[in-house]
């Protein structure tokens, strides 16, 4: 079965870092693109960015551009989310989510099938 | 960014009725139009891509339409395990949105 588990709970106070990890299975986890998408507490979905484990080809939202950095450990079918100096403002629960597209995942010149599996997510919590 | 707009924000409705849900975006999309389902406590499920496909395992009573700014999904004959929140998401342009979502419950 194709899964992407992920990390458990985490509790940090502002200014600490942290690395959360989502480790795929069941499939050729180089072959995908993987995304980040952060829900924060009663609220909607966002899109972190997305990446390609086989070239680390990366898309950063703008919103999270220079706050996190993405990174893949190949030898354990994991990817990472990591931040440097956390805010209160990051606490969220992080989902990874594997999206079926092809090429640079450009639905506008590839083809394009959505995300078809979620990790469990993970809950991120911020506080002083 | 393009923004995208749901509406209803909330639905209450009964289980067996026909539900449709709105979802615009401040500029054209072309069909690159998804629709996720989320139940409290759970990670999304993918309902719909490309506007109107639906995806493997999805029942028949959903379906996705439109194109450019304007997309629907319709729920015939709610069922008790359909009360969940639905997102749209444009994966048109860089960076991908979410709409703010619909919250279906039940009256």
């Known amino acids: 079965e194709e899964q992407l588990a992920q990390s458990g709970a985490e509790v940090k106070k502002p200014g600490e870092s942290l690395r959360i990890s989502c480790q795929g299975s069941g499939y050729i986890f180089t072959s995908f693109w993987l995304g980040w998408v952060r829900q924060m507490p009663g609220k909607g979905l966002e899109w972190v960015g997305i990446f390609y484990p086989g070239d680390s080809d990366a898309r950063y939202s703008p919103s999270f551009q220079g706050q996190v950095t993405f990174s893949i450990d190949k030898s354990i079918n994991t990817a990472y989310l990591q931040w440097r100096s956390l805010k209160v403002s990051d606490t969220a629960k992080y989902y990874c989510a594997r999206i079926r597209c092809g090429g640079d995942c450009n639905p506008a010149k590839n083809f394009y099938y959505g995300v078809d599996v979620w990790g469990q997510g993970t809950t991120v919590t911020v506080s002083s | 960014e393009i923004v995208m707009t749901q509406s209803p924000a909330t639905l209450s409705v009964s289980p067996g009725e026909r539900v449709t849900l709105s979802c615009r975006a401040s500029q054209s999309v072309s069909s690159n139009l998804d629709w996720y389902q989320q139940k409290p406590g759970q990670a999304p499920r993918r309902l719909i891509y490309g506007a109107s496909t639906r995806a493997a395992g999805v029942p028949a009573r959903f379906s996705g339409s439109g194109s450019g700014t304007e997309f629907t999904l319709t729920i015939t004959s709610l069922q008790s395990e359909d009360f969940a929140f639905y997102y749209c998401?444009?994966?048109?342009?860089?960076?991908?949105?979410f709409g703010q979502g619909t919250k279906v419950e039940i009256k």
């Open positions: 998401q444009q994966c048109n342009t860089w960076p991908w949105t």
